[in-house]
C-alpha cells in the first residue's frame, strides 16, 4: 500500500507541475487580455511535433531549446494578427477565434505529419531506472520532467516579481493604460506575454511528447484539463494554477490507482446489489473509471459555489 | 428563404406577404426530393434538415441570447439516445406509438436536461457560462462511455424506425420517407423558434444579450431570461436528436461530446448568428462542405477549419452577413456598376485559391501516398507529383492571382462604398 501511494504521489507531481507549465501562460495570457485561449493545448501539441522533427535531425537537445521558441513565435503571430484583429468585435468573438484557432491548429498538425502517432523518444541518456524503491522502478526522464516544470516555475516566480520586466508585466496588467502613458509599449507586452506563454506550453509539449505520446489529439487530451486548472485556481492567479495543478495531478493519479468501485462501498454497509438491475453500472462504478470525470465535476462545482476560484480575486 | 427577415419590417402588410416565406419554405421543402432524387441527395437533406434545426436551436443561445456553449451536443445526442431507446420499447411493443411522434421525446429529455443544468449555469452569462457547458459537455460525454446500460459504451445504441403503426402507410423504408418526416419537423420547429424570438420573451433574450443591466433595471431578471432561452432551446435540440436517431437508426457517444459541440457553434458562425436565417444557411453550407467535399479531398476539414478562422476574423457577422451587405445595393438599383469589379476582383481570387488548393492537395498526396505512387488525379487532370511543371504552374496561379487580386483591391473598395453611398436629394447617385 505504501509504495502505490508514494509512486502516486510521484506521478502526481509530475503530472501536476507538468499541466502547471500550460496552465501557468493560460493564466497569464488570460490576466492581460482576459481571454481564455482555447488553442494554448495546441501550442503544447506544437511543441511536442517540432522537437520531434528537429530530434529526427539533430536530436533530442537542441529541440528542446528550438522548439519551444520556434512555438513561441508562432504564437507572438497569432496574437500579432489574429487576436489583435479580432479583438474590436468582443470577448466572445475572441473565445471563437482561439476555439477555430485549435480546430485549425490540429488540421494543420494531421496534414503536415499524419495522423499516426509519431516514435519521439526520450534521449538515451535518460532512459535508465533513476532508483528501485520495493521492487518498482522510476524512470530518470520524469525526474527530468520534474527538475524542468520546477526551474521553468522558480524561473517565471522570480522574473515577474524581480525584474523590471516582470513589474512592467504586473502593471501593465492592472493599469494598462497609465503604462502606456508611461512610455511602455503595451501592445508588444502583450505579443511577448502572448508568445512567452505560447513558449511555455511548447516546452511542455516538448517534454510531454515522449512521455504522453505524440499525436494529433494531444491538444484536445490535455486542453480542457487545463482550463479546469485555470478556472479551478482563480483566473489570473499564478498560485492558484500552480496549485490546481498539484491537485489535478494528484487526483487523477490517485483515483487510478485506488481501485475502489461503489460495491465496495455498499459492502461496507453489508448491502448487495443485484447486478442484472438498470442500475448495474452504478454499482460497479469504479474510482479509476470515474478519474476523467474528476475534474469537469471539480469545475462545474467551482464554478456554481466559489466563481472567482479558489485563489482568484474577480468573478469570470 | 432569405424573405423570412424581409417579412418583419412590414407590419402593415397584408397576411399573403407575412406567410408568403413561409408558403415558399414549404413549397421548397416538399419538392426539394423531385429535383434532388438520387440517394446520397436525400440524404445530404435528411442531414441538412437535422442539422438546421440543431444549429437554430444552438443560436437561440449564442446569436439570440449571447450566450457561447461549448456543450450544446449534450442535449442533441441525450435527445437521441432517448429517441433511440423509445424506438426500442416500440419494437417491443413496450409503448404503441407512431414512429413520427418519437422526437418529441428526445425534445423532451432535452428539455429535462437543460432545466436541470440551466437553473446553475445561466446565472451568468460569458466566460462563466461558456466553461460550466464546456466542463457539463465533457461530463456527460464520459459518463456516457460509463454508464453502458443507457448509453451502450463505445458501440451506441441502435434502433429500427420501420416498427411501430403505419400512419397513413408509411414505414420510413426509404430514405425518402424519412426525408418528408424531416421536413415536417424542421418546417413546424422553424416556425416555432422564429415565433419564440419574435414574443416579448424572445425580445427580452436579447435585450439581456445586449445588456443585461438595462434589462434588469426595467425589472426584467435577467437569470430568469437566459433561463427560459436555454431551456427552448435544449428541447429544440432534443427534436434534432431525435430526428438523427430516426434517419441513422444509431446514436453513439460521438453525437454528444465535444466534437459535435463545436460543429454546431461552427455552422451558426459560419451562417451568420445575428439573423434568424444565419444558421439555417450555415447548416446547408457546412452539410454540403461535409457530404460532397468529403467525397473529392480527404483534407476537407482543414478547409473548413481555415473558413471559419477567416470567418471569425473578416466576417463576423458570417455568410449572411454578406450577403445582406447587397440588400441595400439591390434595392438601390446600382448592382450593375459593381459587376466589372466582383469581375475583376473574383476572377484573380478564383485563380489564387485554385492554385493554393492544389498545392494543399497535391503536398497532401505525396505525403501520405506510398513513395512509388506518384501520378495523381485533380480535377479531372493526371500528372506527376514528382516532375517540376505543376508545381510551378501551381505556385505561378497562387501569386498571380493573389497579386492581381490585391492590386485591385483599392478600385474594389472604391466601387463598394460608391455603390452603397446614399441617395442625394435629386434623386441621382452621390457621385
Redesign the interface.
Known amino acids: 500500500m505504501f509504495e502505490l501511494l508514494f509512486f502516486s504521489l510521484l506521478n502526481g507531481v509530475v503530472t501536476g507541475l507538468l499541466l502547471f507549465m500550460l496552465a501557468s501562460g493560460l493564466t497569464l495570457i488570460f490576466s492581460m487580455m482576459g481571454v481564455l485561449n482555447f488553442a494554448h493545448a495546441s501550442f503544447y501539441m506544437l511543441g511536442a511535433y517540432f522537437a520531434y522533427t528537429i530530434s529526427t535531425y539533430v536530436g533530442f537537445w537542441p529541440g528542446l531549446i528550438l522548439a519551444p521558441i520556434l512555438v513561441g513565435l508562432v504564437g507572438a503571430v497569432v496574437e500579432r494578427y489574429g487576436l489583435r484583429h479580432v479583438h474590436r468585435w468582443g470577448h466572445v468573438a475572441e473565445l471563437i477565434f482561439t476555439f477555430g484557432l485549435a480546430f485549425l491548429i490540429e488540421e494543420v498538425v494531421q496534414f503536415i505529419w499524419g495522423k499516426d502517432t509519431k516514435a519521439y523518444q526520450e534521449p538515451e541518456v535518460l532512459q535508465f531506472a533513476l532508483f528501485n524503491f520495493f521492487g518498482q522502478d522510476f524512470p530518470a526522464y520524469k525526474a527530468f520532467m520534474l527538475l524542468i516544470s520546477i526551474s521553468i516555475f522558480v524561473v517565471l516566480l522570480l522574473i515577474l516579481t524581480k525584474s523590471r520586466i516582470g513589474l512592467i508585466i504586473q502593471a501593465a496588467i492592472t493599469h494598462p493604460n497609465m503604462t502606456a502613458m508611461l512610455g511602455h509599449n503595451v501592445p508588444l507586452v502583450f505579443m511577448g506575454v502572448f508568445g512567452v506563454g505560447a513558449a511555455l506550453a511548447g516546452v511542455a509539449g516538448v517534454i510531454a511528447g515522449p512521455a504522453l505520446g505524440t499525436f494529433p489529439g494531444m491538444a484536445v487530451v490535455l486542453g480542457p484539463i487545463v482550463f479546469v486548472i485555470v478556472v479551478v485556481g482563480g483566473l489570473g492567479s499564478l498560485v492558484g494554477a500552480f496549485v490546481a495543478s498539484l491537485l489535478i495531478g494528484l487526483l487523477q493519479t490517485f483515483a487510478i490507482a485506488l481501485d475502489y468501485s461503489v460495491n465496495d462501498l455498499l459492502m461496507l454497509f453489508n448491502i448487495t446489489t443485484d447486478a442484472d438491475s438498470a442500475l448495474r453500472d452504478l454499482w460497479t462504478l469504479s474510482l479509476p473509471q470515474i478519474a476523467p470525470l474528476l475534474p469537469y465535476l471539480l469545475l462545474v462545482l467551482i464554478l456554481i459555489f466559489r466563481p472567482t476560484g479558489l485563489f482568484g480575486k474577480r468573478e469570470t | 428563404m432569405s424573405n423570412i427577415s424581409s417579412a418583419q419590417s412590414a407590419p402593415g402588410s397584408s397576411l399573403f406577404k407575412v406567410f408568403r416565406p413561409w408558403i415558399f419554405l414549404a413549397v421548397l421543402l416538399i419538392i426539394l426530393p423531385f429535383i434532388f432524387s438520387s440517394g446520397i441527395s436525400v440524404y445530404t437533406m435528411n442531414l441538412m434538415g437535422i442539422f438546421i434545426i440543431f444549429a437554430l436551436s444552438y443560436n437561440m443561445l449564442?446569436g439570440q441570447g449571447?450566450m457561447?456553449s461549448?456543450g450544446h451536443a449534450v442535449y442533441f445526442g441525450l435527445g437521441g439516445f432517448m429517441s433511440v431507446h423509445f424506438m426500442n420499447y416500440i419494437e417491443y411493443e413496450i409503448f404503441i406509438l407512431p414512429m413520427f411522434l418519437v422526437p418529441i421525446f428526445g425534445g423532451i429529455i432535452g428539455l429535462i436536461f437543460a432545466v436541470i443544468i440551466g437553473s446553475?449555469s445561466t446565472r451568468?452569462a460569458?466566460?462563466?457560462f461558456?466553461?460550466?457547458s464546456?466542463?457539463?459537455g465533457?461530463?456527460v460525454a464520459?459518463?456516457s462511455l460509463?454508464?453502458?446500460?443507457?448509453f451502450g459504451g463505445e458501440e451506441g445504441v441502435s434502433g429500427d424506425r420501420t416498427m411501430g403503426p403505419n400512419v397513413l402507410g408509411f414505414d420510413y423504408a426509404t430514405d425518402v420517407e424519412v426525408y418528408y418526416l424531416i421536413a415536417i419537423w424542421a418546417f413546424i420547429t422553424i416556425a416555432l423558434m422564429y415565433m419564440f424570438s419574435r414574443t416579448p420573451m424572445g425580445r427580452m433574450a436579447n435585450a439581456v444579450r445586449d445588456n443585461e443591466e438595462r434589462a434588469e433595471f426595467i425589472g426584467y431578471s435577467q437569470r430568469k431570461v437566459r433561463f427560459i432561452s436555454f431551456c427552448a432551446s435544449g428541447f429544440f435540440a432534443g427534436i434534432a436528436g431525435g430526428l438523427f436517431a430516426i434517419n441513422f437508426e444509431i446514436v453513439t457517444e460521438e453525437n454528444l461530446n465535444?466534437l459535435t459541440s463545436?460543429v454546431v457553434?461552427?455552422m451558426a458562425?459560419i451562417g451568420g448568428v445575428g439573423f434568424f436565417i444565419g444558421p439555417i444557411i450555415g447548416a446547408v453550407v457546412f452539410t454540403l462542405l461535409q457530404t460532397l467535399l468529403s467525397n473529392y479531398t480527404e483534407?476537407w476539414?482543414?478547409y473548413v477549419?481555415?473558413l471559419?478562422?477567416l470567418t471569425?476574423?473578416y466576417a463576423?457577422q458570417g455568410l449572411t452577413g454578406i450577403l445582406a451587405m447587397h440588400l441595400p445595393v439591390i434595392r438601390m438599383k446600382r448592382v450593375g456598376p459593381l459587376l466589372m469589379p466582383y469581375l475583376r476582383i473574383g476572377i484573380p481570387t478564383i485563380i489564387c485559391l485554385i492554385g493554393l488548393v492544389g498545392l494543399?492537395e497535391t503536398?497532401?498526396h505525396v505525403?501520405?501516398m506510398p513513395a512509388d505512387q506518384t501520378m495523381m488525379s485533380l480535377a479531372g487532370l493526371e500528372f506527376d507529383t514528382h516532375s517540376v511543371l505543376p508545381w510551378v504552374i501551381m505556385v505561378v496561379f497562387t501569386v498571380v492571382g493573389g497579386f492581381v487580386a490585391k492590386s485591385q483591391a483599392p478600385q474594389f473598395r472604391e466601387a463598394w462604398e460608391e455603390a452603397h453611398a446614399p441617395v442625394s436629394s435629386d434623386g441621382g447617385s452621390a457621385k
Open positions: 449564442l449571447g457561447l461549448f446553475f451568468r460569458g466566460t462563466v461558456a466553461m460550466i464546456l466542463g457539463i465533457e461530463l464520459a459518463s460509463i454508464f453502458v446500460a443507457f465535444a463545436g457553434l461552427l458562425y483534407i476539414q482543414l477549419g481555415v471559419f478562422v471569425v476574423m463576423p494543399l503536398v497532401h505525403r501520405s
